[in-house]
């Protein structure tokens, strides 16, 4: 296996953190010289005016001859940045960008961070489709559940083009790819599993939908007032519908006997006598930042598989394994939609990558592998063209 090398991974201080955003972290480049007056009558008058004429003439040009159809909008309101909460666009901004800079090194994409100053859905999606000629796709950034639902499925029917809210589906995609290898070196089978998820926010839903599609049969939902039932309303009475085939009532105490799986994206403290109820060879995705659920110390002394969503601790679900590469393989396809079978196809992909080195300590890429964009978009793409 070939890996780009890697730093020794120690804290950085915050006078690195506030030079390496001074002036934000992205800029434009050229693709197209501009050294003398030949090149400036090519690049802008009066040559583009026959580029402009022939789009004009026939839309599909603007596939071939402008950025838009390989630009991705990166769009937040804000409501829901990483671990701050609702800290508003401005505050967004340097985490879009950030994201912005992950599409261009992992996936070869250029892309636009769009912070709204509304968190109004109608307004949202009036503004992205009044931009759509202006990019090829839109990842869905840090927007505050339930709205989060509403907006990715307004923005799906009225834009023609691939959108994805990667909180949700970033997150699902790599946890799927972290369970196979999982069970393919523990030797279990997912369909036996008995999962817990805690936290029904957007990444909770999206998680658990995902197991079920992927064959999961007994996933149990819960969010801060326990399990979650038809009473609750909206996408959680959905799920209701489809979860908890055993009928379990009440809270993670009861949730968590005889578990085989929990699966941490609420932020609340696993104690450790719960761990201790779960069935043994359990497995722990504890994937709250910047503080799981549970340590990997103490959940390691019940599990042999834990996970978390952080850099400096082995397993890390990092949505980097995913977002750049299915962007890609929707855009290399040509794709208005990304799919179900797709986001599937994405984290078998990721799993294959990792299958050949396997360990406990190690059931999915490491996010500098070069090859799991590559493979993701080259899966995505053709679950695309299959429809």
Known sequence: MTTAPERALSAPTRDEIFDAHRGGKLSTGLTAALHDQRDLAIAYSPGVAEVSRAIAA???????HTWADRLVAVVSDGTA???????????ALPVMEGKSALFKTFGGLDSIPLVLDTTDVDEIVETLVRLRPSFGAVNLEDVSAPRCFELEARLI???DCPVMHDDQHGTAIVLLAALRGAC?????????????????????????????????????????????????????????????????????????????????????????????AMNPGGMVFALSNPDP??????????????????????????????FPGVFRGALDAGARRITEAMKLAAADAIFAVARDDLALDRI?????????????????AEAADRG
Do not use: W
């Open 293 to 322: 659920e549970a340590h990997p110390d103490v959940a390691g002394r019940y599990a042999p598989i834990v996970a978390t969503g952080r850099s400096d601790f082995p397993n890390q679900i990092n949505n980097v394994l995913a």
């Open 184 to 276: 393919e070196v523990t030797g279990r089978d997912l369909q036996s599993l008995r999962f817990v998820v805690s936290g029904a926010g957007a990444a909770g839903i999206a998680c658990s939908r995902i197991l079920l599609a992927a064959g999961a049969r007994d996933v149990v939902l819960l969010d801060s007032r326990g399990i979650v039932d038809a009473a609750r309303g909206g996408e959680k009475a959905a799920l209701a519908a489809i979860t908890n085939p055993r009928g379990v009532t009440g809270g993670i105490a009861e949730a968590m006997a005889g578990a085989d799986v929990f699966v941490g994206l609420s932020g609340a403290l696993l104690p450790e006598e719960l761990l201790a």
């Open 58 to 64: 026939d839309a599909a040009v603007a596939r071939t």
């Open 157 to 159: 029917e009225a834009l």
């Open 81 to 91: 940045v990483l671990g701050l909460g609702d800290i508003g666009p401005r505050a």
């Open 364 to 380: 999915v890429p490491g996010p500098f592998d070069p090859r799991v964009a590559p493979a993701v978009a080259a899966a995505v």
